[in-house]
């Protein structure tokens, strides 16, 4: 198994205390926000093997979608319905505690270590134990490899795929402006282990089931331009996604090619889950800070600057009033702030 870099540097307390409870624990339960992304089953696979390590038990929770089924660990991931009630510790990576589904969430009440791992800029440190938030990190999966690093820990090939994974998901595959020089250091190490980084990316990133081609066709055909083209929304309503036969994971990416359209400056993605419950993902160039305008679609939203998302209690059609309402003034300041 290759070490870990050399590095002197301790670790920061936050991790350090977080990860030294979690090694006194019985039983550890990691999760993620509903419909978890790359980072957070990354993270919350890299973790779970970092403390396995350690002898800890540790389950991790949720579904994962046909993307991600390939990661070492991601077969034995428990659905929710089916997690344990007596876990002494839960920590939450790459969202908080407001986005668990009901099943992790009456877990999350009843642990004596209630821990969250996160680098959105929105989440706060209220209600957890552990708080260890560093809306300066690339990725979740970043902040774990600092922690590896700084305790010296070995980095096998099945630890630096998922790590792989939460840093290229959360930067586009260095694309996006968040990608720093430490991304790329952290990327070189993971490399040097021998992972198929080509293959993790082409997984991650490009491929898509056929029935994910059919709606990204339906989605930009019916895209809607405001404000002179600076603000694109497209909407999916809940008979398509059944007619399509859409699975968790058919739509990511959508929202990126959105804001990625010449001219557009935010591009907001609105997906009907219930008659009047809608998800909305945001995506900004950067002008338009997208967790605030997340924040003032609904209580619970949030996210970065450039990527966050929120859930609307209303129609698709007062959903999508309510996105024009909430982003053009804006947009008119950002436009007035640059001269």
Known sequence: MPSSPSNDVSPPESPQRLFES??????????????PDGDSVGACLALQRLLHHCGVDVDVGGIPTY?????????????????????????????????????ASAAFAR???????????STRSDGYTHAWIDPEATSVCEMLYE??????????????????????????????SNTTPATHRMAARLLEVGIDHAGICARI???????????????????????????????????TAKRL?????????????????????????????APRLVKASL??????????????????????TKAAGAVIEATLAESRQRVVDVVTPELRSSHAAAG
Request: hydrophobic fraction near 40%; aromatic fraction near 6%; charged fraction near 25%.
């Open 67 to 103: 993307r991600y089924l390939w990661m070492p660990g991601a077969a034995d991931m428990i659905p929710d319905q089916d997690l344990r009630p007596d876990y002494d510790a839960v920590v939450v990576l790459d969202g908080d505690r407001h986005r668990l589904t009901r099943e």
């Open 147 to 176: 922690l590896v690093v700084a305790k010296h820990m070995d980095i096998d090939h099945d630890l630096a795929a998922l790590l792989y994974v939460g840093a290229i998901f959360d930067t586009g595959g260095f694309r996006y």
């Open 111 to 121: 642990a004596g270590v209630k821990g969250i791992v996160d680098h959105h800029a």
């Open 205 to 239: 990133l490009l491929e898509h089931r056929e029935p994910a081609l059919r709606v990204a066709g339906e989605v930009y055909s019916n895209a809607e331009l405001h404000l002179d083209g600076t603000l694109s929304i497209g909407s999916l309503c809940k008979a």
């Open 245 to 273: 036969r859409l699975v968790p994971g058919d739509l990511e990416g959508l929202v990126d090619s959105l804001v990625y359209t010449s001219g557009v400056e935010v591009a907001v993605l609105l997906v009907e889950r």
């Open 283 to 304: 995506r900004s160039r950067g002008r338009v800070n997208v967790a605030s305008v997340a924040q003032m679609l609904s209580p619970s939203g949030g996210g970065h």
């Open 22 to 35: 979690l090694q006194g624990c019985s039983r550890v339960l990691l999760t993620g926000p509903l419909e």
